[in-house]
């Protein structure tokens, strides 16, 4: 049997950020996702469908399984645990993608690139937040920045040399 394509559903105006943060707000709501995708798994969706639809481990609907059978449906509401929020926002996102673009000179550091301690030290001045190296380095990956120092390019070496040895 064939399997036809209809047309593509619109997705333009679905605003994925504003729906997570809709879901996060109340524990009922992420409560009546954990059950429906546990309706889901009774009637014959895999593991890995939900997994991949929901975002979420293996693991979780394990426990998930095991919270209904121990507590029923409340169970997903009484044991509600929430992790701590970043402290990340849109705000310091926009300020770091900004800044780290450029150059540290140009914000009169005298080091030339950007690095855990320099985005800590930059935050402490501009915004007055105080986090470790290791966040600052987190948040740099959050928003697709990699740590990178660049290569030492050697005063007496041949530019046309190197091209040759590296064809040979």
């Not at 690139?113 to 470790?132: M, N, P």
Request: charged share 35%; aromatic share 6%.
């Amino acid at each position: 049997m064939k399997k036809t394509v209809g047309r593509k559903a619109i997705v333009s105006s679905i605003n994925e950020e504003l729906l997570n943060q809709w879901l996060k707000k109340e524990v009922n709501r992420t409560a009546g996702i954990k059950c429906q995708a546990l309706i889901s798994l009774k009637n014959g969706v895999s593991v890995s469908d939900i997994c991949k639809v929901l975002g979420v481990t293996r693991e979780s609907i394990r426990l998930w399984r095991k919270t209904i059978e121990k507590d029923g449906p409340d169970g997903f509401i009484k044991h509600h645990k929430t992790g701590k929020r970043s402290g990340l926002t849109e705000e310091i996102k926009i300020l770091l993608k900004t800044s780290v673009i450029q150059s540290p000179e140009q914000f009169n550091y005298k080091q030339t690139v950007w690095d855990g301690k320099l985005v800590c030290r930059f935050l402490k001045e501009k915004k007055g937040i105080i986090i470790s190296v290791r966040t600052a380095q987190n948040w740099l990956k959050k928003i697709n920045f990699t740590r990178q120092k660049p290569r030492k390019k050697y005063k007496k070496g041949n530019d046309e040399e190197i091209k040759s040895f590296k064809k040979k």
